[in-house]
Every structure is written in structure tokens, then in C-alpha cells.
């Protein structure tokens, strides 16, 4: 053989990835008669680099995708680009770049990076959402949406900015003000698209059931955002007229602790009031200048407005509560009206202790009956109390009561009602998919003929004028009606991004060019089998990803109603941080480290090291993929990516650690540099190797990444240490399977020298003999009145006696004993003799 001692990872990453691009190792066929498996990662947002968090989510994507190959699957790991998005606008803003380009340039520059970490992924389906191929199918199907009454038009309050003349999102709005511009953000009525997601809440509710493999916090996350709870409909009468206020609440067993009655901004009461109050109209424009979203009106200040109005309590017609009109009320939610709780609600606590109102206890734990409510509202379970007929109950036991006699009496209706809304799905945006629909002034709002689609976005378009160039485009929105032929007008909307995300591993399973994906074809390759990504998308991706599924199972389109069987998602890559003394952020190639200190290699003041974070480029925390795998190889990297952390959790990014792996693949090439002529069986080493072939096959099923890498590892030191043998040759050519997952391009290498043909991406995963499984020694524990003295390996399955007599015969033990006499002998086979003195 042709000893080498040294690795090259630089010319053999290029070399084994150029042998699989020219087979086209990798590709899927969906006509194959093997089993199918489908390994997918949530496709990148093309912002212009990779980074090392990218590298992570692929590399473990990457080992269960070859790992399904060496099963004997045919493995479906394809790759594309979620396109579409603010991030082009604004660099088409600031830099003066058409959206398009500036995605297109991104995509090309982290495909080239991705394919320099070997990645088996199946590039002959790459898809960018931004492109007509994609998006016109995309529209096809919100028009079969829209046929099935699946989507639909309304009005609906938005966020919206003055001075860039946009939509803003709720996390847009900073204080108030738009997150760009600046200007105080408005809240105004526009008709909107929507999608009826929540004509899917039970099934999407009951399906997480179904999702055994699921993280069981990803479940909780979507069951909460569903939020199905039971509670009372009922509506309070307000005092000296004949208007009703009609609530929704969840926890009708704390009636008798209610203090207030408190109604959004723009419910109907607020409005007419504002109408002839002048304060009430400044308030209510006060209201509108704030935070949007439920997450932000739990952290603000709570703000009221007392209308004057009082609403009459249902149990008892001389207990009037006053009315005010709060900011944390939203009309999108419920009935645009609450109950004001404060003694088991923060929010309304916090309100109560703002404007003096009465807080009373109603559920109290046993023992603390008397116990004051002071400035945290009580949450707990409990009995209920100071309230009438219901004392002494348990809650659900009240609710059912309150809910009983609201029926009975014909005042309230026992309801269920859901957290979850209907998507809006419009953005004021030119880069996304067109919403296909257009406006005639005689025909409504009519669709687009398919045969019309794509509708595609125009290329000649200017950002010098903030707003949506679609609106003001002198020819594109300008079209006939296809239903009268008289001139109409386009929808100038977009589609929200996640839409785009919502199906994309359906086009990536099945690509004719006309309809969106073939039936038949889809049903080869779904559900996907192992779906990766960051716990971020938790809720409104997956969510967003399960119902398109379900819908268009409903309409005939599939028949998969779960997109994704199994679901893993993986910890963060994390890195140091530095500022200087102004607070300016450093990254790690301006810092270096001098004894104790850090300094500013530039300048040589003193750098301030911060904690170790998320990578971010924000931070300036991050790592260059290019430059670590130019120095280091792909297979180093991705040997890093996997081992030491577990995959779930976050990984510490480390220069001495990737330096360690490094030494790693170069221990390996020695191994397979290291087979010579030799005969004779090694028993144990046979042993180790089916156990770790057995062991490994497992974690990686387990997703336990970093415990295949730690057998691997000691699996290379039992190789090393063994003396030439047949069974030694035999666990080298195995060693260079069980890495191939790992490090492919090292195993390619390395199977050229050991078997001169073939590619061992194409190899099998290595076959268990079972019967190397079961260890035939053991190890025997030897005490002396419970104290470890001495351990025996002996065969497995020992008989008592001889255990004994093995025992007594070590020098150590009978230098332990001294002469002293033995009352009793106490033996568990195959774990150890006690005796007792």
C-alpha cells in the first residue's frame, strides 16, 4: 500500500465533491422501487453568507440524509432558497440595488458555500421562492383556496406608517413610531387578505396528538397559540340605558371578584363616546400611537379612561362596575371587552392599583383565605371564596355553575372559544408573491384566469419613494376585467413570506411545470421523514406549514394531512463577544488576546469581552465558514458540528475545538493508511466493532450526534491499540463506513486505498452479528464487608462455587483478609462476591 501520513482536506473536499456532482450521486428518483425517506431542513433565508448556525442545521441533516442511503432508501435531500422578503427591500432602498439582483447575487454565493461543505444534497430540485416558476403555482393555489371559500376579503386595523406609506408589522412599530422612519405610527382600517385557519383549530389542536416524534415543548407552543378554552358569553347591562356590553371570559368561577369593565379603543361604546367627548377622543388617538400585539400590552403601562358608564353585575342589580376604555384591550380579540379580575389577573391588577378600584380575592389556596393580594395577582389553583353561592367550590366546578345558571337565568352562554385568528396574509410590499386577483369597479373583486398566471412582478421598478412601487407603477396594476373587459386595476398586495415557506416542501417532492406538484408523486415521498430546524419557527412556520397541508388535503389535492412525521430542533452556535469602551461591537478578528487581557489588535486599547452569545451579525460574533474550512477542511467542521454538545443544545463555538478535530481526521487517515497483511481473529476487537456498529446506527436514529462521535472515538482508540489482525483489517474498512455520514470526503479517501473501486456514498452501512452483541466475560466486583477489594474477568455465566474459589485465591484479598476468619460468602452472579469477616 502507498503509506500516507498526512490528509489533504483542501484537495480532497474538491475532488470527491466534483466525482458526486458529475454522477449526480445524490439525486432523487421518485420512480425507484426503495423504500423512500425524506430528509429536510427549513430552507435559508438568502441574506448573502452562510453562517455557522447554517452549518450545524445542515450538517446533521447531511448524516441522517447519507446514513438513509447506506439503510438501502432512496432519500430525497433537496435545497432551496425562501426568497422573498423586507431584508431585499431594504438593501434595494440603501443601496440603490433592484430586490431581484440582490437575492439572485446572495443565492449564488451561499449555494457555492454550501457545496463546499460536501453536503448529499439533491441540487437538480433547487428552488427560490422569488422565481415565476415558483410563485405562479403558489398563486394557483391560493385561487383553489379561495374557490374551496378558504380565503376571503375584510377590513381590518393595521399598522400603518405616514411617511413610508406602508403596512407596518407589529414588531416594526418601536415605541410607537415606525422602526425606519420614524413617524408616529397610525392605526387604520384596509382590506385585507385572509386565510381560514381557523376553520382548522380542532384538527390542528387534536392532530398534535399524532406528533409522537415532536418535541413535546414545540406541541405545547402550537397547542397555546391554538388556545381552545371553555368560559361564559355573556353581556353586562349598563346602568340607566338600554346598552349591553358583551365579554368573553375563561375564568367565570372569579365573577365576584370582578372590579371593572374595561372595552378597546375601538369598540363601538368608544367610538360613540369619542364622538361627543373631546378627552375621550385624545385618549382613544393616545391608545392608537401605542404597541399592537398582546405581547407588547402585557409589558406597557396600563391606561385608562373612565367613560362614566357603569355595567350592572349579573348576580346582584345594585353592584355597578365602571366602564373605562384601556389600552391592553384589543378589539381583534374576543369581544373587544373584559372583565376586570385584578386579584387573579396581572394586567388587570396592575390597572386596579393604577386607578384605585376595589381588589378582591375569590380563589385562595388552603390557609390562605386571608391572605391579601399586594402587587402580584394570584395565579394558583384553590377553593373559591367571598363569593356567594359558589364558596368552597373548586374551579371548574364554579365555572360550570356560573355557566349553569347564566343559561338557566338567560344571560350568558356557555362558549368555546379559540386564541387562534385567521391569517392576513396582504402585504403593502413589492417583493413577494402578487396576490392574483383583480379590482373591477362593476365586477367586484374577481380572480385571475389561470391560464393568465404567473402574474409577475415588474422588473422596472424605483424605491426613491417610500411606499409599494406596485401602487404607483404607470402600467402594471392597469388591466381589463376578465369577467366584462372594461379597465380595472390589479391587487397591488403581496403574500406574506410564511406562504411561501407554507408548501415549499411539496414543490421540492414534486416539480411538473403545469400544476403546483403531482398527487401521485407527493404521496411517494410524504410525510417528510426528518424535518430540522431552529425552535424559533415553532409556532407560526410549522403552524402555518400543517394547515396549507390540511387545506389542501380538503380540496382534494393530497392525501398526507401532517407534513412533517418527525421533527428535531437544534441549539444555537453561540461565540464570545467584545465591545470597545464606547460600546462598539468587535468581532473575533479584531480582538486578540494577551495573558489575561483582551485587546483591540488594531489599536492596542483594551477590549471589554462580553458573554458568550447567539452568533449574530448584529454582535459581530460571527464565523466565517469559508475561512474555517479553508484552513481546516470541510470534514473538520462538520466534525466539530457534531460532537462534544448535544444537538439540542447550544453550541459553544471554540477555535481550539475545531483544531481538535482537525488532529482527529488526521488520527483517522493514519488508521486507514495503517491495514498490512495479517491473519488471526481479535475477539475483542470484533466485539467493540459490532457493538459499535450496532450502538452508533442507534444514536444516529436518536439524533445523538455527539454520542456516535464519542463511540467513534473510541472506537479509532481500540483500533489503534489492537495488534495486526484480520479482525483489525476488517474494523478499518467498517470505521470508514461508520464516519462516512460524519466526514465523506475523509471516507472517500479512504475507501479509494481500501477498496480501489466504487464510491462508499453508495456503500451499506455495516452489517451486526448479534451474536458479538452479548459479552461472554464480565467483570466481577470482589469485597470485604461491602468494600471494593479486588475485580476478576471471568467468563459469563460463572457458577457460584468457582466464583468463590476465584475470589479467595486473589493475593489481594487475602492480604485484605490478614488471617481474619469468613462468616459468610454472599454471591451475585456475574457481579460480585461479598464476604463477610
Given at each position: 500500500?502507498?503509506?500516507?501520513?498526512?490528509?489533504?482536506?483542501?484537495?480532497?473536499?474538491?475532488?470527491?465533491?466534483?466525482?458526486?456532482?458529475?454522477?449526480?450521486?445524490?439525486?432523487?428518483?421518485?420512480?425507484?422501487?426503495?423504500?423512500?425517506?425524506?430528509?429536510?431542513?427549513?430552507?435559508?433565508?438568502?441574506?448573502?453568507?452562510?453562517?455557522?448556525?447554517?452549518?450545524?442545521?445542515?450538517?446533521?441533516?447531511?448524516?441522517?440524509?447519507?446514513?438513509?442511503?447506506?439503510?438501502?432508501?432512496?432519500?430525497?435531500?433537496?435545497?432551496?432558497?425562501?426568497?422573498?422578503?423586507?431584508?431585499?427591500?431594504?438593501?434595494?432602498?440603501?443601496?440603490?440595488?433592484?430586490?431581484?439582483?440582490?437575492?439572485?447575487?446572495?443565492?449564488?454565493?451561499?449555494?457555492?458555500?454550501?457545496?463546499?461543505?460536501?453536503?448529499?444534497?439533491?441540487?437538480?430540485?433547487?428552488?427560490?421562492?422569488?422565481?415565476?416558476?415558483?410563485?405562479?403555482?403558489?398563486?394557483?393555489?391560493?385561487?383553489?383556496?379561495?374557490?374551496?371559500?378558504?380565503?376571503?376579503r375584510k377590513e381590518s386595523a393595521v399598522n400603518w406608517d405616514p411617511v413610508d406609506q406602508t403596512v407596518l408589522a407589529n414588531e416594526q412599530v418601536i415605541d410607537g413610531k415606525g422602526w425606519r422612519s420614524g413617524a408616529q405610527v397610525e392605526r387604520r382600517k384596509l382590506s385585507q387578505w385572509f386565510l381560514k385557519i381557523t376553520d382548522f383549530a380542532d384538527e390542528l389542536l387534536e392532530g398534535l396528538d399524532t406528533l409522537e416524534d415532536w418535541p413535546e415543548k414545540v406541541r405545547s407552543m402550537q397547542a397555546n397559540w391554538i388556545g381552545k378554552s371553555q368560559g361564559l358569553t355573556f353581556s353586562f347591562t349598563l346602568s340607566g340605558s338600554a346598552g349591553t356590553i358583551p365579554v368573553y371570559s375563561t375564568r367565570p368561577d372569579t365573577i365576584f371578584g370582578a372590579s371593572f369593565v374595561a372595552i378597546a379603543a375601538d369598540h363601538p361604546l368608544a367610538v360613540?363616546?369619542?364622538?361627543?367627548?373631546?378627552?375621550?377622543?385624545?385618549?382613544?388617538?393616545?391608545?392608537?400611537?401605542?404597541?399592537?400585539?398582546?405581547?407588547?400590552?402585557?409589558?406597557?403601562?396600563?391606561?385608562?379612561?373612565?367613560?362614566?358608564?357603569?355595567?350592572?353585575?349579573?348576580?346582584?342589580?345594585?353592584?355597578?362596575?365602571?366602564?373605562?376604555?384601556?389600552?391592553?384591550?384589543?378589539?381583534?380579540?374576543?369581544?373587544?371587552?373584559?372583565?376586570?379580575?385584578?386579584?387573579?389577573?396581572?394586567?388587570?391588577?396592575?390597572?386596579?392599583?393604577?386607578?384605585?378600584?376595589?381588589?378582591?380575592?375569590?380563589?385562595?389556596?388552603?390557609?390562605?383565605?386571608?391572605?391579601?393580594?399586594?402587587?402580584?395577582?394570584?395565579?394558583?389553583?384553590?377553593?373559591?371564596?367571598?363569593?356567594?353561592?359558589?364558596?368552597?367550590?373548586?374551579?371548574?366546578?364554579?365555572?360550570?355553575?356560573?355557566?349553569?345558571?347564566?343559561?338557566?337565568?338567560?344571560?350568558?352562554?356557555?362558549?368555546?372559544?379559540?386564541?387562534?385568528?385567521?391569517?392576513?396574509?396582504?402585504?403593502?410590499?413589492?417583493?413577494?408573491?402578487?396576490?392574483?386577483?383583480?379590482?373591477?369597479?362593476?365586477?367586484?373583486?374577481?380572480?385571475?384566469?389561470?391560464?393568465?398566471?404567473?402574474?409577475?412582478?415588474?422588473?422596472?421598478?424605483?424605491?426613491?419613494?417610500?411606499?409599494?412601487?406596485?401602487?404607483?407603477?404607470?402600467?402594471?396594476?392597469?388591466?381589463?376585467?376578465?369577467?366584462?373587459?372594461?379597465?380595472?386595476?390589479?391587487?397591488?398586495?403581496?403574500?406574506?413570506?410564511?406562504?411561501?415557506?407554507?408548501?415549499?416542501?411539496?414543490?421540492?417532492?414534486?416539480?411538473?411545470?403545469?400544476?403546483?406538484?403531482?398527487?401521485?408523486?407527493?404521496?411517494?415521498?410524504?410525510?417528510?421523514?426528518?424535518?430540522?430546524?431552529?425552535?424559533?419557527?415553532?409556532?407560526?412556520?410549522?403552524?402555518?406549514?400543517?394547515?396549507?397541508?390540511?387545506?389542501?388535503?380538503?380540496?382534494?389535492?393530497?392525501?398526507?394531512?401532517?407534513?412533517?412525521?418527525?421533527?428535531?430542533?437544534?441549539?444555537?452556535?453561540?461565540?464570545?463577544?467584545?465591545?470597545?469602551?464606547?460600546?462598539?461591537?468587535?468581532?473575533?478578528?479584531?480582538?486578540?488576546?494577551?495573558?489575561?487581557?483582551?485587546?483591540?489588535?488594531?489599536?492596542?486599547?483594551?477590549?471589554?469581552?462580553?458573554?458568550?452569545?447567539?452568533?449574530?451579525?448584529?454582535?459581530?460574533?460571527?464565523?466565517?465558514?469559508?475561512?474555517?474550512?479553508?484552513?481546516?477542511?470541510?470534514?473538520?467542521?462538520?466534525?466539530?458540528?457534531?460532537?462534544?454538545?448535544?444537538?439540542?443544545?447550544?453550541?459553544?463555538?471554540?477555535?481550539?475545538?475545531?483544531?481538535?478535530?482537525?488532529?482527529?481526521?488526521?488520527?483517522?487517515?493514519?488508521?486507514?493508511?495503517?491495514?498490512?497483511?495479517?491473519?488471526?481473529?481479535?475477539?475483542?476487537?470484533?466485539?467493540?466493532?459490532?457493538?459499535?456498529?450496532?450502538?452508533?446506527?442507534?444514536?444516529?436514529?436518536?439524533?445523538?450526534?455527539?454520542?456516535?462521535?464519542?463511540?467513534?472515538?473510541?472506537?479509532?482508540?481500540?483500533?489503534?491499540?489492537?495488534?495486526?489482525?484480520?479482525?483489525?483489517?476488517?474494523?478499518?474498512?467498517?470505521?470508514?463506513?461508520?464516519?462516512?455520514?460524519?466526514?465523506?470526503?475523509?471516507?472517500?479517501?479512504?475507501?479509494?486505498?481500501?477498496?480501489?473501486?466504487?464510491?462508499?456514498?453508495?456503500?451499506?452501512?455495516?452489517?451486526?452479528?448479534?451474536?458479538?452483541?452479548?459479552?461472554?466475560?464480565?467483570?466481577?466486583?470482589?469485597?470485604?464487608?461491602?468494600?471494593?477489594?479486588?475485580?476478576?474477568?471471568?467468563?459469563?455465566?460463572?457458577?457460584?462455587?468457582?466464583?468463590?474459589?476465584?475470589?479467595?485465591?486473589?493475593?489481594?484479598?487475602?492480604?485484605?483478609?490478614?488471617?481474619?476468619?469468613?462468616?459468610?460468602?454472599?454471591?451475585?452472579?456475574?457481579?460480585?462476591?461479598?464476604?463477610?469477616?
Amino acid at each position: 500500500m502507498n503509506e500516507k501520513t498526512r490528509f489533504n482536506p483542501l484537495a480532497a473536499d474538491a475532488r470527491w465533491q466534483s466525482v458526486w456532482d458529475e454522477r449526480q450521486s445524490f439525486k432523487a428518483d421518485s420512480n425507484s422501487p426503495k423504500k423512500k425517506a425524506y430528509v429536510l431542513e427549513m430552507f435559508p433565508y438568502p441574506s448573502g453568507r452562510i453562517h455557522i448556525g447554517h452549518v450545524r442545521n445542515y450538517t446533521m441533516g447531511d448524516v441522517i440524509a447519507r446514513y438513509r442511503r447506506m439503510q438501502g432508501f432512496e432519500v430525497l435531500h433537496p435545497m432551496g432558497w425562501d426568497a422573498f422578503g423586507m431584508p431585499a427591500e431594504n438593501a434595494a432602498m440603501e443601496k440603490g440595488v433592484h430586490p431581484g439582483g440582490w437575492t439572485r447575487d446572495n443565492i449564488a454565493a451561499m449555494r457555492k458555500q454550501l457545496k463546499r461543505l460536501g453536503f448529499a444534497l439533491d441540487w437538480s430540485r433547487e428552488l427560490a421562492t422569488c422565481e415565476p416558476e415558483y410563485y405562479g403555482h403558489e398563486q394557483a393555489l391560493f385561487l383553489d383556496l379561495y374557490a374551496a371559500g378558504l380565503v376571503y376579503r375584510k377590513e381590518s386595523a393595521v399598522n400603518w406608517d405616514p411617511v413610508d406609506q406602508t403596512v407596518l408589522a407589529n414588531e416594526q412599530v418601536i415605541d410607537g413610531k415606525g422602526w425606519r422612519s420614524g413617524a408616529q405610527v397610525e392605526r387604520r382600517k384596509l382590506s385585507q387578505w385572509f386565510l381560514k385557519i381557523t376553520d382548522f383549530a380542532d384538527e390542528l389542536l387534536e392532530g398534535l396528538d399524532t406528533l409522537e416524534d415532536w418535541p413535546e415543548k414545540v406541541r405545547s407552543m402550537q397547542a397555546n397559540w391554538i388556545g381552545k378554552s371553555q368560559g361564559l358569553t355573556f353581556s353586562f347591562t349598563l346602568s340607566g340605558s338600554a346598552g349591553t356590553i358583551p365579554v368573553y371570559s375563561t375564568r367565570p368561577d372569579t365573577i365576584f371578584g370582578a372590579s371593572f369593565v374595561a372595552i378597546a379603543a375601538d369598540h363601538p361604546l368608544a367610538v360613540e363616546l369619542a364622538a361627543s367627548n373631546v378627552e375621550a377622543a385624545a385618549f382613544i388617538e393616545r391608545c392608537k400611537a401605542g404597541g399592537t400585539t398582546a405581547a407588547e400590552l402585557e409589558t406597557a403601562e396600563k391606561l385608562g379612561f373612565d367613560t362614566g358608564h357603569k355595567a350592572i353585575h349579573p348576580f346582584d342589580p345594585t353592584w355597578e362596575l365602571p366602564v373605562f376604555i384601556a389600552n391592553f384591550v384589543l378589539m381583534d380579540y374576543g369581544t373587544g371587552a373584559v372583565m376586570g379580575v385584578p386579584a387573579h389577573d396581572q394586567r388587570d391588577l396592575d390597572f386596579a392599583r393604577k386607578y384605585m378600584l376595589p381588589v378582591t380575592r375569590v380563589v385562595a389556596a388552603e390557609g390562605d383565605e386571608t391572605a391579601p393580594i399586594h402587587d402580584e395577582a394570584y395565579t394558583g389553583p384553590g377553593r373559591i371564596i367571598n363569593s356567594s353561592f359558589l364558596d368552597g367550590m373548586a374551579a371548574e366546578e364554579a365555572k360550570a355553575a356560573v355557566i349553569a345558571r347564566a343559561e338557566a337565568e338567560g344571560w350568558g352562554q356557555g362558549t368555546t372559544v379559540w386564541r387562534l385568528r385567521d391569517w392576513g396574509v396582504s402585504r403593502q410590499r413589492y417583493w413577494g408573491t402578487p396576490i392574483p386577483f383583480i379590482h373591477c369597479d362593476d365586477c367586484g373583486v374577481v380572480p385571475v384566469p389561470k391560464e393568465q398566471l404567473p402574474v409577475t412582478l415588474p422588473e422596472d421598478v424605483s424605491f426613491d419613494i417610500p411606499g409599494n412601487p406596485l401602487v404607483r407603477h404607470p402600467a402594471w396594476k392597469h388591466v381589463d376585467c376578465p369577467k366584462c373587459g372594461k379597465a380595472a386595476v390589479r391587487e397591488t398586495d403581496t403574500l406574506d413570506t410564511f406562504v411561501d415557506s407554507s408548501w415549499y416542501f411539496l414543490r421540492f417532492a414534486s416539480q411538473p411545470s403545469d400544476k403546483p406538484f403531482d398527487r401521485e408523486e407527493i404521496a411517494k415521498w410524504l410525510p417528510v421523514g426528518q424535518y430540522i430546524g431552529g425552535v424559533e419557527h415553532a409556532i407560526l412556520h410549522l403552524l402555518y406549514a400543517r394547515f396549507w397541508t390540511r387545506a389542501l388535503a380538503r380540496i382534494g389535492k393530497l392525501e398526507v394531512t401532517e407534513p412533517f412525521a418527525s421533527l428535531f430542533t437544534q441549539g444555537m452556535v453561540t461565540h464570545q463577544t467584545w465591545q470597545d469602551a464606547n460600546g462598539k461591537w468587535l468581532g473575533p478578528d479584531q480582538v486578540e488576546k494577551r495573558g489575561e487581557d483582551w485587546i483591540i489588535t488594531e489599536t492596542g486599547e483594551a477590549a471589554i469581552a462580553g458573554r458568550v452569545e447567539k452568533m449574530s451579525k448584529s454582535k459581530k460574533n460571527v464565523v466565517d465558514p469559508d475561512e474555517i474550512v479553508n484552513r481546516y477542511g470541510a470534514d473538520a467542521v462538520r466534525w466539530f458540528m457534531l460532537s462534544d454538545s448535544p444537538p439540542e443544545r447550544d453550541l459553544p463555538w471554540s477555535e481550539a475545538g475545531i483544531e481538535g478535530c482537525w488532529r482527529f481526521v488526521q488520527r483517522l487517515w493514519r488508521v486507514f493508511n495503517s491495514v498490512e497483511a495479517a491473519e488471526g481473529q481479535d475477539k475483542a476487537l470484533d466485539r467493540k466493532l459490532h457493538q459499535s456498529i450496532d450502538l452508533i446506527a442507534k444514536d444516529i436514529e436518536a439524533l445523538a450526534f455527539n454520542k456516535a462521535v464519542a463511540r467513534l472515538y473510541e472506537l479509532t482508540n481500540a483500533i489503534e491499540k489492537a495488534e495486526p489482525s484480520a479482525s483489525r483489517n476488517v474494523a478499518i474498512r467498517a470505521l470508514a463506513k461508520l464516519v462516512a455520514p460524519m466526514v465523506p470526503h475523509l471516507a472517500e479517501e479512504a475507501w479509494e486505498i481500501l477498496e480501489g473501486h466504487g464510491l462508499i456514498a453508495d456503500a451499506s452501512w455495516p452489517e451486526v452479528d448479534p451474536a458479538l452483541l452479548v459479552e461472554d466475560e464480565v467483570t466481577i466486583a470482589v469485597q470485604i464487608k461491602g468494600k471494593l477489594r479486588d475485580t476478576l474477568t471471568v467468563a459469563k455465566g460463572l457458577p457460584n462455587e468457582e466464583l468463590e474459589r476465584l475470589a479467595l485465591a486473589s493475593d489481594k484479598v487475602q492480604r485484605s483478609l490478614d488471617g481474619a476468619a469468613i462468616r459468610k460468602v454472599i454471591v451475585v452472579p456475574d457481579r460480585l462476591v461479598n464476604l463477610v469477616v
